[in-house]
C-alpha cells in the first residue's frame, strides 16, 4: 500500500515545518537520496571533468551514471542521447539556433497556444531571424484541450518542426503526443516534445511517444536544478551545435556547452534512485506496462506510475472540494471519467480577488500557490485572462487529504 507518510518522512524540507506545498509545478521539494547524493559529490569527487587523478575520474563515472539513469527514466536507446544543461529553456534555445541552419525563409513551424513559453519564444526567435512562417495548433477553452482538427489544417508539406508540450504547466491536460508526433511524421517533420510537467507525473518512453527531441527539468521530478535534452541520436550528431572548439564534437559533449554542473547531474540520478525506491516499494503491481524494459526502467517507471495513481485520487478530491464553492471557477478536465488525461495541476479563478492577492492570502496561511501566468502566456490569452492570470495549486504525491483541506479552509476564509 502507498503510504504517504513514509514518502513525507524521506522529504526533509517537506516533513520540517508546517508549510504546504502546492507549488510543485514551478519546483518540486527534493528527498534524502538528492540531498546525500549532492553532498557525497562535493566531499567525493568535486572536480573538473577529464583529468588524470581521482575526483576527476570519480566526477567523470558520476556523470556516466547519471546518463544512464536518465535513458532508463526516459527509455531512450542510448546513453549518449543524453544531454545536461542548466534548463529546459537554454537547451531549448540551443536546439532551436541549430535546428534553425537547416531551415529556409518559408518553411514553417507549428506552435500550441497550450505551451509554456519556453517551447514557444525559442521558435518563434529563430522564425523572426530565418523568415519562417509560424502556424498554430489552437486551445478549446471550454475543454482545456488541444484542438486537433486545428493541427490537421495547419500541418503540411512545408512543416519542418512542430512544438508540444506533452502535459500543460496550466490546465494540466496531457496532450496524445504519440498521434501528434505521427501526424508530424507524415510530412517529414521533426517533433519536439516539452515533457517538463509529464516527467513528475508519467512514466516517460521516448521510443513509445516516437519524437525526435524531448525536454525536461529534474528540479520538477524531486531532483535539482537541471535540464535534460534526449534527442535522436542520428539527429544529435548532424545538426551543427554551437560548441567551443576545443570541446568534443560527439553527442552527447558537443551539446553541452561549457563546464556542466556535475553536482546537479548526480543529484538528478538520485532523483531518480528515488523513483526506483518507490517502484521497489510500492509498485510491484505497477511492472506489467513496462516488462520490455530493463529491471531498473521497471522498477523506475512503477515508481512514478504508483505516485501517478495516488495523485489521480487526490486531484480527484481537490476537484470535488472546489467545486462547493460558488466563487470558484475552474479551468480544464474536472470529470473524473478523463483523469487519465490530466496531471494534478489544478487552475482557477475566483469572482472576487484576483490570483495574486488569492496567493497572497493562502501565503499567510503558509500554503504556497502560484498566481499569474507561469510563462503560458498563450493559455492565459485564450482563457481571457491575460491581465491577472489564474491561481495554480499543484499537487504531487507527497500532498496530503489533509493539506487540501487546509487549502480549502483558507479559500472559504477569503
Ligand atoms: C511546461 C514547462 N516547460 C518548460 C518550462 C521551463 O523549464 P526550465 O525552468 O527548466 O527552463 C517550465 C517551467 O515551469 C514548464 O512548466
Redesign the pocket.
Known amino acids: 500500500m502507498f503510504d504517504v507518510q513514509a514518502i513525507r518522512a524521506l522529504f526533509p524540507s517537506v516533513n520540517r515545518n508546517d508549510a504546504i506545498f502546492l507549488d510543485n509545478?514551478?519546483g518540486t521539494q527534493v528527498s534524502r537520496f538528492v540531498i546525500e547524493g549532492v553532498s557525497n559529490y562535493y566531499l567525493n569527487a568535486n572536480a573538473n571533468s577529464g583529468g588524470y587523478f581521482t575526483t576527476s575520474q570519480r566526477t567523470d563515472e558520476l556523470v556516466l551514471n547519471s546518463r544512464q539513469m536518465m535513458r532508463d527514466f526516459l527509455n531512450a536507446p542510448n546513453v549518449d542521447e543524453i544531454v545536461f544543461g542548466p534548463?529546459?529553456?537554454?537547451l531549448n534555445m540551443g536546439l532551436s539556433r541549430a535546428i534553425a541552419q537547416t531551415l529556409q525563409a518559408g518553411d514553417e513551424v507549428i506552435l500550441t497556444r497550450m505551451d509554456?513559453d519556453?517551447?514557444v519564444a525559442p521558435w518563434l526567435l529563430i522564425a523572426r531571424d530565418k523568415g519562417l512562417i509560424v502556424r498554430w495548433i489552437d486551445l478549446d477553452p471550454e475543454t482545456g484541450r488541444l484542438d486537433l482538427e486545428s493541427y490537421a489544417r495547419v500541418l503540411n508539406e512545408k512543416t519542418k518542426l512542430v512544438a508540444t508540450?506533452h502535459a500543460s504547466?496550466a490546465l494540466g491536460t496531457i496532450n496524445p503526443i504519440q498521434f501528434i508526433a505521427e501526424m508530424a511524421h507524415q510530412v517529414g517533420a521533426l517533433h519536439v516534445v516539452?515533457a517538463?510537467?509529464s516527467a513528475p507525473h508519467i512514466p516517460l518512453d521516448v521510443q513509445a511517444i516516437g519524437c525526435d527531441f524531448l525536454l525536461c527539468?529534474a528540479y520538477?521530478f524531486f531532483g535539482p536544478h537541471t535540464?535534460i535534452l534526449w534527442g535522436r541520436y542520428d539527429l544529435l550528431e548532424e545538426l551543427p551545435a554551437y560548441k567551443v572548439r576545443p570541446a568534443k564534437n560527439k553527442s552527447p559533449y558537443r551539446w553541452e556547452t561549457g563546464t556542466p554542473s556535475f553536482e546537479t547531474i548526480y543529484g538528478t540520478a538520485k532523483a531518480i534512485d528515488y523513483f526506483q525506491w518507490l517502484g521497489e516499494h510500492y509498485g510491484q503491481a505497477h511492472r506489467a506496462p513496462f516488462t520490455h524494459m530493463s529491471e531498473r526502467a521497471q522498477s523506475i517507471h512503477a515508481g512514478v506510475a504508483v505516485s501517478c495513481e495516488y495523485e489521480q485520487q487526490l486531484v480527484g478530491y481537490l476537484l470535488e472540494q472546489l467545486a462547493t464553492l460558488p466563487a470558484i471557477r475552474v479551468f480544464g478536465i474536472t470529470d473524473p471519467a478523463e483523469f487519465a488525461d490530466r496531471v494534478p495541476t489544478v487552475i482557477f479563478a475566483h469572482d472576487d480577488y484576483t490570483s495574486h492577492q488569492v496567493a497572497e492570502h493562502l501565503a499567510k496561511s503558509e500554503i504556497y500557490v502560484w498566481s499569474g501566468n507561469?510563462?503560458a502566456l498563450e493559455v492565459m490569452e485564450r482563457l481571457g485572462y491575460a491581465a491577472h492570470g489564474l491561481v495554480r495549486v499543484g499537487l504531487v504525491h507527497y500532498n496530503t487529504y489533509h493539506e487540501v483541506d487546509r487549502l480549502m479552509e483558507a479559500l472559504r476564509a477569503l
Open positions: 509545478p514551478a534548463n529546459m529553456t537554454t509554456h519556453a517551447n508540450v504547466n516539452d517538463v510537467q527539468s520538477k535540464g507561469y510563462y
